[in-house]
């Protein structure tokens, strides 16, 4: 599969909890990081996603933030993995941060290089990247 999305993660469901329409679906990346979900019930039949299901799991650069320690803040989002600032690519008006998580897996963030600079976020400190339930996408083979 080819795919432009920075983030894919390979690993494994954990749990499914169906609402009336969307399904909450908890999901473990091959390295242990915890990733929540949230798409339709029927998307959820469609790909036969259960407890054990082999996926992958995917988000868009431009839906990660970074938090920065010390911000004090609570957020929403149900997804906020912590860790390492190893890569920082500046360009003009955006920059990537790639960020190592505890398990080995590398979230990259495409935030504007003014964010960079007023969160003062350079190689080696450690960061929060955070995104929606909403924004993650799940497949499977087949």
Do not use: W, Y
């Amino acid at each position: 599969m080819k795919i432009s999305a920075r983030n894919t993660f390979s690993g494994t469901v954990a749990a499914v909890r169906l609402g009336a329409v969307n399904a909450e679906v908890d999901f473990t990346t091959a390295g242990g990081d915890n990733i929540v979900a949230i798409i339709t019930n029927e998307s959820v039949q469609n790909l036969a996603l259960a407890a054990g299901t082999a996926a992958v799991a995917l988000v868009k650069a431009s839906s990660v933030m970074v938090l920065v320690e010390g911000s004090g803040l609570k957020l929403s989002a149900r997804n906020c993995l912590s860790g390492s600032v190893v890569k920082l690519a500046a360009g003009p008006v955006s920059a990537e941060v790639g960020i190592a998580l505890p398990g080995g897996e590398v979230v990259h963030a495409s935030i504007t290089q003014e964010s960079v600079k007023e969160l003062g976020i350079a190689v080696g400190d450690t960061v929060t990247a955070v995104f929606k339930a909403s924004s993650v996408i799940l497949a499977v083979a087949g």
